[in-house]
C-alpha cells in the first residue's frame, strides 16, 4: 500500500509542478497587473495544493496530512486576500511602473491614490463609457 | 545526483536573484527580488541542514525586512534607480575579487575538515536540558553568545530610534485587510507561543518565534488595529528592555550565588532555558514592531 501511495504520488507532483509553470508563465506573459495577479494566484494555489496532494500521499501519520490540509487551506485564503489587496492597489495606481506590460519604467510610486488615470494598460475600470471588457 | 542538480539551482538563483535586486531599474522590482531571495535563502539553509535558520531567514530576513524596506520606500518618494557609475563599479571589483579570491582558497580546505562540535554538543545534550542541540547550544552552552546578541538587538534598535522620524500618513485601511489581519493574528500568536515552546526538541527558538509576533503585530498596526506605538509608551519600553535586563540578571545571579557566569545550576536548566526564551521573545517581538511601524501617527480624514 505504501509503495502503491508513492507511486501515486509522481504523477501528482509532476502535475502540480506542470500548474506551476503555468503560473509562472502567466506571470511573465500576461499584459496587465491584474491579469497577472489572476494568473499567479489561481494556478499556484493549485499548484500547492497538488504539491500538499503528493506529500500527503508520501506522508507517515496522519497528523502530518492534516497539517498538510491546514497549510494549504492557509495558503489559499492568503493569496486570495494578497491577490485582492495588489488588484485595488494597481486599480488605485493606474499609472504606475508596475502597471504597463514592462515597458516604461518611470514613475513614482509613492504616488499618493489619484483618481484613475487609464493611460497604457488594458484595464479599463467600471466606468461608464467602456465596454463591458473587464471581469 | 539529484541532490546536486538541487543545490546547483538554488546556488544558481540566489546569485541571479541578488544579481537583480541590485541591478533592477526600479527601487520597488529590487525590494521584491530581495525578499525573493530571502525565501531562496531559507530553502539554502534547509538543503544545509540549519532548519532554526531557516526559519529566521524567512520570517525576519524576507518578511520582516521586506516590511520595512517597502515602508521606508513609500516615505522615499523616489521610484527609478541611479545606475552605478563605471568607477563604482570598478572600485566595488577591485575590493570584492581579491577578497573572495582569498575567502575561497582559505575555505577550501575546510570541506574536508569535521568539527568536533556537533558531536561534542550531542554527547552533552542530557546534561543541557533541552533536547535541540542548536538549542542547547544557543541557550546552554553558548548562552554568553546569545546575552551578546540579545544586547545587540537592544543596541542596534535605540540606534535606530535615534534617526526614525514621526511620519504622519493619511490613509484608511481596507476593510479586507482589517479583516484578514483580525483573522491571522491570533494564528500567529498561537504559532509564536508554540514554536518558542517547540525551540526545546525541535527547530524553534526565541527569535524566530518573536519575530513571527512582531509579524502579526505589524499587520494589526498597519490595518490600525492597533494604536500608534511609540518609545515614550512605558509598557513598550520595559518589553524592549525585559530580554537583556532577564538575562543578566540571571547571569550576575549565577556568577554570585552559583557556581559561574551562566552556569546554570544542576536540575535547572529546562526551567531557567524556557523563562529566558519566552522573555527574549516578547523582547524581540516588541523590539521588530516598534523598528517596522514605530513612531507612526495617522491622521483620520
Known sequence: ??????????PVMVLSLFFFATGSLGLLRFPDAVCRLH??????????????????????????????????LLAMASGATTCQLLA???????????????????????????????????????KKGTNGNDD | MIDLFLDSVIALLLIVLAAGALF?????????????????????????????????EAIIGAGLTGALLLIALRQSRRGGMVPPRKVHLLSAAA????????????????????????????????????????????MNFRAWDTLLELAV??????????LLPTHK????????????????????????CYIVW???????????AGALLAAGAVMLRLALVLPPLRWSQWPLRVLVVAGVLVFITLAALTAWLGEGWLDYPNGWSKPLIVMVEMVAALSIATTLTLLVVGEGEEIRS
Do not use: C
Open chain 1, 1 to 10: 500500500m505504501n509503495e502503491l501511495l508513492m507511486l501515486l504520488s509522481w
Open chain 1, 39 to 72: 494568473a499567479v494566484t489561481k494556478a499556484d494555489t493549485v499548484g500547492l495544493g497538488f504539491l500538499a496532494l503528493a506529500m500527503a500521499l508520501r506522508a507517515d501519520d496522519w497528523q502530518a496530512r492534516i497539517l498538510l490540509l491546514a497549510v494549504w
Open chain 1, 88 to 126: 485595488r492597489y494597481s486599480r488605485d495606481h493606474q499609472g504606475d511602473s508596475f502597471n504597463s506590460s514592462g515597458g516604461n519604467s518611470s514613475g513614482d510610486i509613492a504616488v499618493k491614490s489619484t483618481p484613475v488615470k487609464n493611460t497604457s494598460s488594458k484595464l479599463t475600470p467600471a
Open chain 2, 24 to 56: 533592477s531599474p526600479t527601487l520597488f522590482g529590487g525590494v521584491t527580488l530581495f525578499v525573493a531571495f530571502g525565501v531562496t535563502m531559507a530553502l539554502a539553509w534547509v538543503r544545509m541542514g540549519a532548519v532554526d535558520l531557516a526559519l529566521a
Open chain 2, 95 to 138: 575590493i570584492m575579487l581579491p577578497l573572495a579570491a582569498l575567502l575561497i582558497l582559505t575555505a577550501w580546505p575546510a570541506r574536508e575538515l569535521s568539527s568536533p562540535l556537533p558531536a561534542l554538543a550531542q554527547a552533552n545534550l542530557d546534561a543541557s536540558g533541552v533536547t535541540n542541540p542548536v538549542t542547547a547550544t544557543l
Open chain 2, 153 to 162: 538587538l537592544l543596541l542596534a534598535f535605540l540606534g535606530v530610534k535615534q
Open chain 2, 169 to 192: 500618513h493619511t490613509l484608511q485601511p481596507w476593510p479586507l485587510l482589517l479583516a484578514w489581519s483580525l483573522h491571522l493574528a491570533p494564528l500567529l500568536v498561537i504559532a509564536g
Open chain 2, 198 to 208: 517547540r525551540g526545546s526538541d525541535a527547530p524553534g527558538g526565541a527569535f524566530q
